[in-house]
């Protein structure tokens, strides 16, 4: 199977005001000490009282103060670390928190390099976020960071605080091997104190960067083991695809899973179980009461709550090698799919047109959406994408004729020096041979008539 990384973990960023570090949904769960986060769980909450705003703004106090006149000289060491957390905390650009950094890095204490990592995560504009590795204020941080994981013994760092800098770095792509192998030992040295959700973005943070750590997976395991019941859906599922990937996930660690999802099966939703069919793919366990409970599980109305891309083709790419009742996933993947596809990138697209291909489903909606999808966005679709797409739509025997004419318009559209008379009169003579080549009846008189050079004269 082609590498098809499923969702994230369902991470829901709460802003109290500043911020919440990201995490799963939560059920109630014990609140683990923090040097960031205070007794009620919230990130910065003792701010809240300030009318701070979240990551699109600065509070009125801050945005009034020059944060290059705070003198620092006169002021002890909490008060310090609580004006620098202000000033990162309230920081609404990426520029603004190095400036901060490069302005009293001295100063910063490891809550304050905390905050500052995620902020810088938070607020990073995507294409830019490659940019920061050549920035020396960024690399400071960085170095900072290795230094303290280094020379604080473990137990100093906290779960909430370790879990954040982990996403941070996983977010922004600086979460390599170095790294992993110190955040490890703070993290197996204190696993037994993580909230379950907290273990979940570790593990999917720590697959997506290809970090095989043994002894951090096997710490992770143990304790999904033993907290079974206390993990959501969406954490078992993300724990078990990171194993998975990492090759990390045995057959009996698999089973109970598969065990204890059969038997809530209906808490799991598509973007959990998706996951699941994903891990149990790429870790060639075939579990066929999962799969064909999973099969049952994913109607109509239950992807109509998670319509997204990812999580639709994801099912359809683990479901069609499968021995499954196929023609029903796959109808309800596509009664979904056909309502959202303009939300759908193209490779999703084409995506889903190969899978269903490769299951042979037709489904007349769905394609017919998927042909007028390609019209409309023609200049969206990379070349590798409207192949797939047209290879498709041949396996199965949908007409390409709408999507042939809408090519071949494009390409003399894009010679200025053409006459409209003329570029009318070439698209429809390329329309005419194509839908020649593409009806059956004049396949069957090509093969008649073999060689006839009047024929070949057409």
């Known amino acids: 199977m082609a590498e098809f990384d499923p969702p994230p973990p369902e ?27 205070g007794s009620s769980g919230k990130f910065l909450s003792k701010y809240d009282a300030g009318g701070a705003a979240g990551p699109g703004g600065e509070n009125s106090r801050s945005r ?31 520029h603004r928190v190095l400036q901060v950094v490069e302005t009293y890095f001295d100063y910063l204490s490891a809550a304050n390099l905390i905050i500052a990592l995620y902020r810088i995560a938070i607020v990073a504009v995507a294409s830019k976020r490659v940019g920061l590795r050549r920035d020396g204020r960024f690399k400071r941080i960085m170095v900072r960071l290795s230094d303290t994981l280094r020379t604080n013994s473990p137990g100093v760092l906290k779960p909430r605080d370790l879990s954040t800098v982990v996403w ?5 792509g600086r979460l390599d091997a170095a790294l992993c192998s110190r955040l490890s030992q703070h993290i197996v040295h204190a696993s037994s104190s993580f909230e379950p959700a907290r273990l979940s973005i570790i593990a999917w943070s720590y697959a997506r960067a290809s970090c095989r750590d043994e002894k951090l997976f096997c710490a992770v395991a143990a304790e999904v083991e033993k907290r079974l019941l206390e993990f959501l859906p969406t954490d078992i599922a993300s724990i078990t695809w990171a194993m998975a990937k990492l090759d990390f996930a045995e057959e009996e660690f698999l089973n109970m899973v598969a065990k204890h999802a059969l038997g809530r099966l209906t808490q799991f939703k598509p973007t959990a179980c998706s996951m699941l069919l994903y891990a149990f793919t790429i870790a060639k366990v075939h579990h066929q009461e999962l799969f064909d409970n999973i099969a049952e599980h994913c109607t109509i109305e239950a992807l109509s709550a ?37 939300d759908f990138r193209s490779h999703h697209i084409a995506a889903l047109a190969q899978d269903f291909a490769r299951a042979g489903v037709k489904h007349d909606k769905l394609f017919e959406s998927i042909s007028e999808a390609v019209v409309n966005r023609l200049a969206d679709f990379k070349q590798q994408d409207l192949e797939d797409v047209l290879a498709a739509f041949e396996a199965l025997g949908v007409s390409t ?3 042939a004419r809408a090519v071949a318009s494009q390409q003399w559209q894009e010679q200025p020096s053409m006459s409209p008379r003329l570029r009318f009169l070439l698209i429809v003579i390329a329309v005419f041979l194509i839908s020649l080549i593409l009806c059956p009846s004049f396949a069957a008189l090509r093969r008649e008539v073999g060689g006839n050079s009047s024929l070949v004269e057409l």
């Not at 941070?168 to 922004?172: E, I, P, Q, S, V």
Request: glycine letters at 0%; a negative charge.
């Open 168 to 172: 941070a770095l996983g977010k922004l």
């Open 64 to 94: 009034k103060r020059d944060q290059r006149n705070i003198s620092m000289s006169n002021i002890v060491p909490d008060q310090m670390s609580a004006q620098l957390t202000e000033l990162l905390a309230t920081a609404r650009s990426t």
């Open 401 to 403: 004729t709408e999507i």
């Open 306 to 342: 998670s319509p997204e891309a990812r999580v639709l083709t994801t099912l359809t790419r683990t479901m069609s090698p499968l021995n499954v009742d196929r023609e029903k996933v796959f109808s309800a993947v596509a009664h979904v799919a056909s309502e959202a596809l303009d």
């Open 11 to 37: 991470l829901e960023v709460v802003e109290d005001n500043f911020a919440s570090t990201p995490r799963p949904s939560l059920a109630t769960a014990p609140k683990e000490p923090s040097l960031v986060f």
